[in-house]
């Protein structure tokens, strides 16, 4: 029977080449989002879930609230280290303290590796609490001396390459030059997916003679480092919120003198292992940002989920809409004793047939996608993901799904045929329900229409972030970076310098941070209004005189400060107004109350947008290089770019080689300011690369099915139109009368996407200070747009029935 | 009546009607009717006069108003769609008009298709297909589709169809009215020799001559039996 089933259902298939590619391709684009959303979901989804006893385990991050906002780090201060213990309900700690190396050496090797990623300061209870399997060594009386080091295999073979991983023990690696550790230990990498991705585990003893010492081994409670990283594991049983009581009543008890004078409150928290992999506000371990976001895994989640709706859709539509051709199939087989469910599982079968080969594809296509969509897709994740039983269970019942859900309603209507009303020879046959096809129709070019409206609003929103005007010059502005281990100025200055001589530049000056940027730093600021005294934040730019120059920045009153290196103060009109200066020329002369002194406000410039458009424009201003003695803020050298794309190029090579000259040993890094800018809207980016495929192939999908169940009305319509044309009906004619109850389908879509568009979009525009405004155009423009396609689609069909000669198409009646 | 005659479907007293513009029009008006096993009946009648409906009823493809209906001591008018595809297995085969095979499947493939619905074994199918093919004489064409026959020979096929899972009734709606004469002959001479080795059949014809082949004639206008 099931060999029958299948016969029929291949042969269906061949017979109807058109509706089976439409049906397949339909189906095989919802179906490769759907495996490639899926798997992404799966992938994130499946961080750090080996642990044992994971769902105890949490980390423990800080907020720092003043009466403004809450500052989240996700580390807290060393000291709660050696306090957590005491709390009652704990099985387990772990510490670790992310290291920054600048270079590290292997005994034996002439090589230095540079920057090592994943080196910690950590104990042996860190292996204990995340199942570190030991290569060599073992976990006890391991880490507790400074100078020891427990490498990974991986890391272990990269340093000490060609030793037996037991030669290596013993052997040492000199760290930046000074520290000269041993190794002590080899541990296995966790096989499994896993945000703890160290590779060199370095005593916490160590830390009292590096540049860490502070942070690991802080005097008092005011420091919190989000490099420090506490991790507890509860006792069986015990409740969340015992421990959380008493870690409010640590944060109280250790409320540092710093804390009071500066109005802000630390809080200790709970943050879940689980949530470790998924919350932005915190972050995982290092700043690259790989966290995965639970919002765009929901948003992509729906556009699976709406593409193969669509694709099911089609399935639907065409199969009831086509049912009159296997009417007398169904006839004929009830007569020969067929059962209503025996049909049934015969469509059913059919579909699974159909849905099979349209999974096939998609497999072939989701490991393209794969390719195309990298921007979006963690690297780890491969297609060999689906070789993991749980993907491919998924898999497999998700094709089922799909071919159930797409297959019942059809073969219900279709086993739900008289046979003497499918055998007899007059009677008209039904074709399910029209109304049932109209209502899917209609959803089809809703989701369709609400794509189109969205692409082209959100695309108009980026193409104004990118392009407004700034308040400074970025589109010709670019920067040189200096290594991040040269503390000191001399360097910078002879970088400085020998860029200066370069022809080509102009306007080359000192400075931090550029205008725009992702980073910021800030200084509070003693207000006194009226009787009360208000701390404000006041971000700081630190930068030479010329840096106004440089970038476009505009003073409306007052002067530039002095020198390079003089605490004066130039601000900006936000300040002003959130100050309450007042005026500028109020401003000017005013002193402003800091931390360490009270320093005067000489100049007032232009406000320029500090960050991404999503945010307003906050108080600011611009000093000199004023911790210079300790610490020098001048770590980049800004100019103006030659326009020419001859001479740019020359500046660039000229620039590099002045770098190279300086830092011999360093990455070159250069910053264009566009491009940073641009960089602010890379998740907007990413929506909008999105949206544009879920439109494309949300119209594909829908334009298939639409061109299906045009095909099937003109052939039902064939008599009628040879008729009408007798009767004089001209082409164009006829084409309206064709394309006339689809287009209306298409306008009813519009009128419940419009607002539906317009509901979600304004709801996305909340988070943007600045805003495009929604024009009534871009809806009116993209209902046009969506109608024209629908109607140049049905054209492809209705033209030709349309000029069919109406002798023949009345013969054959 | 006598004890060897075994009753194989009775209707007593059917109505049948549909409403058209508020008035009861009658396909079948208190018609009765007894068949026994082994008889050859067919129903004659204008166009109209109620012959397919007649059949459809029996065939059970159609219901009535009114009236009761026995076949083979079960009450059809108040049948469950799965008993009634169990007797179609069991019982009756359709011969239509229009042939309907079914267009995707090849001769031998069409024939099999009711062992499939009865549940007979891959092996003992081979065999009565093949049986089949061999007494109609179209072995030769067994891989062919529908549409490479000609009407004939698609009738051919269509009555080795309502045969192979060896029905007791046979009902042919027309069976010879897309047929030439020549092809007629063969059909009713076909279905002589079934009836003489025991399978009822009943069957509406338009055709005097092919009435003739069997054992009763019921008249039929506008739905009522004539003397």
Redesign the interface.
């Known amino acids: 029977?099931i060999v029958?089933y299948i016969?029929?259902a291949w042969?269906?298939l061949k017979?109807n080449k058109l509706f089976s590619l439409i049906h397949i391709i339909s189906l095989s684009i919802g179906l490769s989002a759907a495996f490639v959303i899926g798997m992404m979901v799966y992938y994130d989804f499946t961080f750090d879930t080996f642990h044992k006893d994971g769902d105890r385990i949490y980390r423990i991050v800080s907020h720092i609230a003043n009466s403004q906002e809450v500052y989240k780090n996700r580390g807290v201060t060393a000291l709660l280290r050696d306090a957590a213990p005491e709390i009652s309900g704990i099985e387990q700690t772990s510490y670790f303290h992310n290291w920054g190396v600048a270079t590290a050496e292997a005994e034996g090797h002439n090589d230095i590796k540079r920057n090592p990623e994943g080196v910690i300061y950590t104990d042996s209870k860190y292996f204990e609490m995340f199942n570190y399997e030991w290569a060599v060594g073992h976990s006890s009386n391991i880490l507790d001396a400074p100078n020891e080091v427990v490498l990974s295999r991986k890391r272990a073979k990269e340093y000490f390459p060609g030793l037996k991983i037991t030669e290596i023990i013993g052997k040492h690696i000199v760290y930046n030059d000074s520290v000269t550790m041993t190794v002590r230990g080899i541990v296995e990498n966790l096989k499994e997916r896993t945000d703890f991705i160290f590779d060199e585990f370095v005593s916490l003893e160590t830390a009292r003679n590096t540049d860490s010492k502070n942070q690991v081994f802080p005097k008092d409670w005011g420091n919190t480092n989000s490099s420090s990283q506490l991790f507890i594991k509860l006792n069986e049983n015990t409740p969340i919120k015992t421990i959380e009581t008493q870690l409010a009543d640590l944060a109280e008890k250790h409320t540092a003198i710093y804390f009071e004078k500066f109005g802000v409150k630390r809080s200790f928290i709970l943050q879940p292992l689980a949530d470790l992999h998924f919350n932005t506000d915190y972050g995982i371990f290092n700043n690259s940002g790989s966290e995965a976001n639970k919002d765009v895994l929901l948003g992509l989640s729906f556009v699976a989920l709406f593409l193969l709706l669509l694709g099911c859709i089609n399935f639907v539509n065409l199969n009831t809409a086509q049912a009159t051709s296997r009417a007398?199939?169904i006839?004929?087989?009830?007569?020969?004793?067929?059962?209503?469910k025996?049909l049934i599982s015969q469509f059913l079968g059919e579909t699974i047939v159909l849905t099979v080969m349209a999974a096939v594809i998609s497999v072939i296509l989701s490991i393209w996608l794969l390719g195309v969509f990298a921007d979006f897709i963690p690297e780890g994740l491969t297609a060999g993901l689906w070789l993991q039983p749980q993907v491919l269970l998924f898999t497999v019942i998700l094709v089922l799904l799909v071919a159930v859900f797409s297959g019942i309603y059809p073969s219900l209507v279709l086993s739900h045929f008289?046979?003497?009303e499918v055998?007899?020879?007059a009677t008209q046959l039904p074709g399910g329900n029209a109304g049932v096809r109209k209502f899917l129709t209609v959803f089809q070019f809703t989701i369709a229409q609400v794509f189109i409206i969205a692409t082209i609003l959100v695309g108009r929103q980026i193409y104004f972030m990118i392009n407004k005007d700034l308040g400074f010059e970025a589109e010709t502005t670019a920067y040189v970076v200096t290594p991040w281990n040269d503390a000191g100025y001399s360097q910078k200055e002879v970088l400085f310098n020998r860029i200066n001589t370069i022809p080509e530049l102009s306007l080359i000056s000192q400075g931090g941070k550029p205008p725009a940027s992702l980073s910021r730093s800030s200084s509070l600021v003693f207000v006194t209004r009226g009787t009360s005294e208000d701390k404000l934040d006041l971000e700081i730019l630190n930068s030479d005189t010329s840096y106004f120059d440089t970038y476009g920045l505009q003073l409306i009153a007052g002067r530039k400060p002095l020198n390079d290196t003089i605490r004066e103060y130039v601000i900006n009109e936000t300040t002003i107004e959130k100050f309450g200066y007042k005026t500028a020329e109020n401003a000017l002369g005013k002193e402003l109350k800091m931390t360490d002194g009270t320093f005067p406000i000489v100049g007032v410039m232009k406000d320029f947008n500090q960050r991404s458009l999503k945010t307003g424009i906050n108080p600011l201003a611009i000093t000199g290089d004023i911790g210079r003695g300790e610490y020098t803020q001048f770590r980049n050298v800004h100019f103006r770019l030659p326009i020419e794309k001859e001479n740019l190029k020359t500046a660039i090579d000229k620039i590099e080689k002045a770098f190279n000259e300086t830092y011999p040993n360093d990455h070159f890094e250069i910053i264009f300011n566009d491009e940073l800018v641009a960089n602010f809207y890379r998740t907007e980016q990413r929506i909008s690369t999105l949206l544009n495929w879920a439109t494309g192939l949300s119209i594909l999908i829908s334009c298939l099915g639409l061109i299906g169940l045009v095909i099937h009305t003109t052939e039902r319509r064939t008599k009628e139109i040879g008729i009408r044309k007798v009767l004089g009906a001209s082409l164009t004619q006829v084409n309206i009368l064709l394309c006339k109850e689809f287009l209306i389908l298409v306008i009813i879509a519009f009128v419940i996407a419009a607002p539906l568009a317009y509901l979600g979009f304004s709801d996305w525009l909340q988070g943007y200070t600045y805003r495009k405004k929604i024009s009534w155009w871009i809806f009116a423009a993209s209902g046009i747009a969506m109608a024209l396609i629908a109607a140049f689609v049905m054209s492809l069909r209705t033209v030709s029935t349309a000029m069919k000669n109406p002798v023949k198409s009345l013969r054959t009646e | 009546m006598k004890a060897d005659i075994i009753m194989l479907l009775e209707l007593k007293n059917i109505y049948k009607w549909v409403q058209q513009g508020g008035r009861r029009v009658f396909l079948l008006k208190d018609l009765s009717l007894q068949v026994e096993e082994g008889e050859f009946i067919s129903v004659m009648g204008p166009s109209g006069s109620g012959k397919?409906t007649l059949l459809?009823v029996i065939?059970m493809?159609?219901g009535f108003q009114e009236g009761e209906y026995h076949f083979m001591d079960q009450s059809v008018h108040n049948i469950k769609?799965?008993q009634r595809?169990?007797l179609?297995?069991?019982y009756?085969g359709?011969v239509?008009q229009?042939y309907?095979?079914?267009?995707?499947?090849t001769v031998y493939?069409n024939i099999?298709?009711?062992l499939?619905?009865?549940k007979i074994k891959s092996s003992e199918r081979k065999a009565l297909v093949s049986d089949m093919l061999d007494r109609f004489n179209i072995v030769g064409k067994k891989d062919l589709f529908p549409s490479q026959l000609s009407g004939g020979q698609q009738q051919l096929v269509g009555v080795a169809?309502a045969l192979v899972?060896k029905p007791k009734l046979i009902l042919a709606d027309e069976p010879t009215g897309n047929l030439n004469s020549k092809q007629s002959e063969e059909i009713m001479e076909l279905f002589k020799e079934l009836n003489s080795s025991g399978v009822t059949i009943i069957q509406a014809t338009h055709s005097e001559k092919n009435a003739s082949y069997g054992s009763r004639i019921i008249n039929l206008l506008d739905g009522m039996e004539q003397g």
């Open positions: 029977m029958n016969k029929i042969r269906n017979r007398k199939e006839g004929v087989r009830k007569t020969l004793g067929s059962s209503r025996q008289k046979p003497r055998l007899s020879k | 397919s459809n065939g493809l159609d769609e799965k595809s169990n179609y297995t069991q009756i359709f239509f229009a309907h095979l079914i267009d995707e499947l493939e099999e298709t009711p499939l619905y009865k169809r899972a």
